[in-house]
């Protein structure tokens, strides 16, 4: 049997979260755990938290491995109310050797310099001892488990993924483009009106790139407005990714191969399918990436009224016939200044599209500088 690591998908697709759950450990010796969080609020300074535990009769209450003991949503009992300004949070199961199990509930609130909070959050545990077992004819270990919780679990950061555009890129950018985006309402809105203002310079150059065309993304920028130079899907997602991240906005670079292609040689590089280069946006707005194929003149995808979508969602979706159909795209046309949702599969590109998108495609994510 092959194990499929989802975990590297998690990895790949962080959002921000005002409490999250980086780690949970065993304590060394004793029955408990030790509790990580992180914070992505604004000006984060501390968690406030409480922890509460119950013994309760299993049996008599008919709640073996049924659920929790205590309702979700309770505020933190600011009399109880402990600090952690790290994030790491200890609870010890104070009746440990009780042949009872016992319920432990963790309410937990992040809260900024400027004295906001957030919600507060919620974590279960549950422990069932080994006596407990043993009561019952059974070897079975004793064992402490969340039982039910909505702090998420994290595993990196949105900005691992972005680039940080010095400031030199930053003052070009916001000359450029500053009073383009100024227009939009949210931040994909914003990166649409980029998106929409480089596709008006940049395609009619869509072609093959000389090898003489190098330096910085801005610079190749310069370098397509003499109009003695064609560019390809990398120049595009170069450019993109550069000046949304100098204008604030999240981006990222990813490319896409074929898992069977063969490496070049003599003189050749057989490609199952052909390679591509994209983008993805991070929407503060709606906390979560967005795929933008410039190249391919789409602003987003959506499923059915679900969306704008990622790329591995897309790949998932298109590379399906039975979801494909439900796919729609916002494309531009840079030629008439307007744009139109449209099945996926009526998009001006969408040969070159079902070619990138397919079975079989691995993506490659850069992480930011």
Avoid at 85 to 108: C, K, W
Avoid at 136 to 160: F, N, Q
């Amino acid at each position: 049997m092959k194990q499929i690591d989802t975990e590297s998908y998690w990895q790949f697709y962080p959002r921000r979260e005002d409490v999250a759950l980086a780690s949970v450990t065993r304590l060394p010796g004793e029955a408990g755990v030790k509790i990580n969080l992180r914070s992505d609020m604004p000006e984060f300074s501390r968690f406030m938290y409480t922890v509460s535990q119950h013994v309760f009769d299993d049996r008599k209450d008919g709640r073996f491995f049924t659920g929790r003991h205590v309702e979700a949503g309770a505020e933190v009992d600011e009399s109880r109310t402990l600090e952690s300004s790290d994030g790491e949070i200890v609870v010890a199961i104070e009746n440990a050797h009780s042949p009872l199990p016992t319920d432990i509930a963790l309410r937990v609130q992040a809260v900024s310099s400027r004295g906001v909070s957030s919600k507060t959050h919620s974590l279960f545990l549950q422990y069932y001892p080994r006596r407990l077992y043993e009561g019952r004819g059974s070897s079975h270990a004793a064992v402490l488990e969340i039982r039910d919780t909505d702090i998420p679990l994290t595993y990196g950061h949105v900005e691992d993924w972005t680039g940080r555009p010095g400031e030199e890129s930053v003052r070009y950018a916001r000359e450029k483009w500053g009073a383009v985006i100024a227009g939009g309402s949210s931040d994909y809105e914003a990166a649409a009106l980029l998106a929409k203002s480089l596709l008006d310079v940049m395609a009619p150059h869509h072609g093959v790139p000389p090898d003489n065309l190098k330096g910085t993304p801005f610079e190749q920028y310069e370098l397509l407005l003499s109009g003695n130079y064609k560019c390809a899907c990398g120049q595009f997602a170069g450019i993109f990714c550069e000046a949304a991240n100098a204008l604030g906005i999240p981006c990222r670079r990813i490319s896409i191969h074929h898992e069977r292609d063969v490496l070049p040689k003599d003189g050749y590089h057989l490609m199952v399918a052909p390679g591509h280069a994209t983008t993805e946006i991070f929407s503060r707005s709606l906390n979560r990436w967005i795929w933008m194929g410039l190249s391919l003149r789409v602003l987003g995808v959506y499923l059915n009224e679900t969306g704008p979508i990622h790329s591995m969602e897309l790949l998932h979706f298109a590379s399906d016939p039975v979801w494909a159909k439900h796919l729609t795209a916002v494309e531009y046309d840079p030629a008439a200044r307007r744009e139109r949702r449209v099945p996926i599969a009526e998009i001006r590109c969408a040969a070159m599209f079902k070619a990138y998108y397919k079975a079989g495609q691995q993506f490659r994510y850069f992480r930011g500088k």
